[in-house]
């Protein structure tokens, strides 16, 4: 299995803050790499496909870079409402694997 | 819209099967792959497998012994069939739809959730 890897596992971090998530890959995975968002006690919502697509009705403030085995999620500017757990997922081989998730928190 | 719906039982017993479906509303089922994730409590994400419209399966090594996934496109309905389960087996369980494209895919939308747990 290809195994994700996710840093930091945890982020305090103020609202209009810059912050970046990084992900890296066990092996190669070309650009499939998605990221997630997730609130306490709901479903992921998908934020970005093929490692840099901004999925429709998430905000620009979001971006994505990255490919081969190193991967970065980006916030200009936090917002209230972007305090969250992220995860990145690999979809270049079978099973499709998650990070372990970094939880961002409100300093 | 595309929606998901999990449905099933909250509560199975150790030993026996954890069996739960899918349903999709607002969209078409057959030309995408639909998939079950799951969730323990406090945890991350585990990708269960996934199935075609037409019934073409792939399975996480980790599970396969033990998982069935069916799906009824009459219904618009996919289905889990977990064996044989224990408490590790507890958690929230998704489904989504795998959206290809770019030469890859993605997850999106999930359901809710539904809380599973294994305990007698």
């Known amino acids: 299995d290809i195994q994700m890897t996710q840093s930091p596992s945890s982020l305090s971090a103020s609202v209009g803050d810059r912050v970046t998530v990084t992900c890296r890959a066990s092996q190669h995975i070309s650009t499939s790499l998605n990221w997630y968002q997730q609130k306490p006690g709901k479903a992921p919502g998908l934020l970005i496909s093929i490692a840099s697509n901004l999925q429709s009705g998430v905000s620009s403030r979001f971006s994505g870079s990255g490919s081969g085995t190193d991967f970065t999620l980006t916030i200009s500017s936090l917002q209230p409402e972007d305090f969250a757990t992220y995860y990145c997922q690999q979809s270049y081989l079978i099973p499709y694997t998650f990070g372990q998730g970094t939880k961002l928190e409100i300093k | 819209q595309v929606q998901l719906q999990e449905s099933g039982p909250g509560l199975v017993k150790p030993s026996e099967t954890l069996s739960l479906t899918c349903t999709l509303s607002g969209g078409s089922f057959s030309t995408y792959y639909w998939s079950w994730i799951r969730q323990p409590a406090g945890k991350g994400l585990e990708w269960i497998g996934r199935i075609s419209a037409r019934g073409s399966t792939s399975y996480n090594p980790s599970l396969k012994s033990r998982v069935t996934i069916s799906v009824d496109v009459s219904k618009n309905q996919f289905s889990l069939n977990l064996t044989s389960v224990t408490a590790a087996d507890t958690a929230v369980y998704y489904c989504?739809?795998?959206?290809?494209?770019?030469?890859?895919?993605?997850?999106?939308?999930w359901g809710q959730g539904i809380v599973v747990t294994v305990a007698s």
């Open positions: 989504a739809r795998r959206v290809a494209g770019g030469g890859t895919a993605w997850l999106d939308p």
